[in-house]
T-cell receptor, first 114, second 106 residues
């Protein structure tokens, strides 16, 4: 089982460029989510999805778009990269969103915007 | 103010010591997770709690819902336990503490 696969692992962007961070899971999990991790601030939820065709905003959604056309994939799009989006991004999946479900995390994408 | 507060921020211990990491939260929750982030950056889910206590090997997690507090204990600590330990609470969505960086010296 591959679990949650994130690509790329590292990326450098220039201010104003756009890109898509990929996230795929092979566990048939309904719930998927994207987080950013910044020093001293902990992980913060960007967007999440409770199933194919359904997405919602988290704590820090501005500057990011998501879509969920299939159960397996949940890409995160940066529309116009800004230096403030320099961070480490994690994707996670879970069988559901609730008290009885554990989360599986991807290995992360380190993004630098110059 | 972060809804999830962890203490201490940094912790250095000698191999074999008993470790306690604390997590306090300010809102009613449906579940609390303890996560481990390895030096290489990967994140692993250790425990998920909604009440009481759970044990897995040398790790023990407890939660007191009334006091809005959880603790993660590591017995007989080992250098391979060196990592960042993160508390996360679930109510409408997931909120994370800033993490506790644990270093266990041989």
């Amino acid at each position: 089982n591959a679990g949650v696969t994130q690509t790329p692992k590292f990326q450098v962007l220039k201010t104003g460029q756009s890109m898509t961070l990929q996230c795929a899971q092979d566990m048939n999990h309904e719930y998927m989510s994207w987080y950013r991790q910044d020093p001293g601030m902990g992980l913060r939820l960007i967007h999440y999805s409770v199933g194919a065709g359904i997405t919602d905003q988290g704590e820090v959604p501005n500057g990011y778009n998501v879509s969920r056309s299939t159960t397996e994939d949940f890409p995160l799009r940066l529309l116009s990269a800004a230096p403030s989006q320099t961070s480490v991004y994690f994707c996670a999946s879970s069988p559901g969103q609730g008290a009885n479900y554990g989360y599986t995390f991807g290995s992360g994408t380190r993004l630098t915007v110059v | 103010k972060n809804e999830v507060e962890q203490s201490p921020q940094n912790l250095t211990a000698q191999e074999g010591e008993f470790i306690t990491i604390n997590c306090s939260y300010s809102v009613g929750i449906s579940a609390l997770h303890w996560l481990q982030q390895h030096p290489g950056g990967g994140i692993v889910s250790l425990f998920m709690l909604s009440s009481g206590k759970k044990k897995h090997g040398r790790l023990i997690a407890t939660i007191n819902i009334q006091e809005k507090h959880s603790s993660l204990h590591i017995t007989a600590s080992h250098p391979r336990d060196s990592a960042v330990y993160i508390c996360a609470v679930l109510w409408s969505d997931m909120r994370f503490g800033a993490g506790t960086r644990l270093t266990v010296k041989p």
